[in-house]
């Protein structure tokens, strides 16, 4: 299987919620007894957090493996919009919290490749879009059917209005781990984007960015077709 991500940097992801979930615990163990219970529960919640970070970036790291793991891509249609209702329900809570509209254009459109994959692509550009958007502001997922070096294909693209990025960071983003906190402070694993980008290679399309700070990111990949 081809190496996706440096094992190094991984690693390095994995410390940062268990040093969290280790030290507050150690701290709840030697001075139990001399804390408050409004400090205990502090000490618990950043312990369950690092633990859902854990879990999240374990869960992700599984699904990738097993997505990547056979060296032929098992096609079938699959139905976009599908996938997009799908990608959201995995998110809606923090949609919910910040008064999103995600609006859909053009994304009734079946096309030849694997729903797996596609619905991990899709779950990794909204999430960001989510993490980077202002409250009440607006996601758009729309496709278009084109040509790239001339060959037809589908584009699908998320657009948010949200933070955007500078020149340095889009430079960054496909090359190496970038972890940055969202709007509301919320962190990721910083692998997500070089995964997507490790899975739309194998179904035989590209994936890149146009985004300004303080105006929004446009995150556009895509897939032969028909």
């Not at 701290?27 to 007894?33: D, G, H, K, P, Q």
């Not at 790291?61 to 249609?77: G, I, R």
């Amino acid at each position: 299987m081809e190496k996706i991500i440096n094992l190094g940097a991984v690693a390095h992801q994995l410390r940062t919620p268990l040093n969290g979930i280790l030290g507050f615990a150690h701290l709840l163990a030697e001075s139990y007894r001399d804390l408050s219970d409004t400090e205990k529960l502090e000490y618990i919640n950043i312990i369950m957090q690092s633990g859902e970070k854990l879990l999240t970036l374990l869960d992700e790291l599984m699904e990738m493996e097993t997505l990547s793991s056979s060296p032929a891509v098992t096609l079938s249609p699959v139905n976009i919009h599908h996938e997009v209702q799908r990608a959201i329900s995995s998110t809606m809570y923090q949609i919910v919290v910040k008064s999103l509209t995600v609006e859909e254009e053009e994304t009734d459109v079946i096309i030849n490749s694997n729903a797996g994959m596609i619905n991990f692509i899709l779950s990794n550009l909204i999430t960001n879009a989510v993490k980077f958007s202002y409250h009440d502001n607006k996601i758009l997922v729309s496709t278009e059917t084109t040509t790239l070096d001339g060959e037809p294909c589908l584009q699908i693209s998320v657009s948010d209005n949200g933070r955007g990025m500078s020149k340095e960071l889009i430079d960054k983003l496909f090359v190496e781990i970038v972890t940055k906190p969202g709007v509301d402070e919320e962190h990721g694993n910083g692998i997500g984007l070089i995964n997507c980008m490790h899975l739309i290679k194998k179904l035989g399309g590209k994936i890149w960015v146009e985004s300004e700070e303080g105006k929004g990111s446009k995150f556009t990949f895509s897939i032969p077709f028909p």
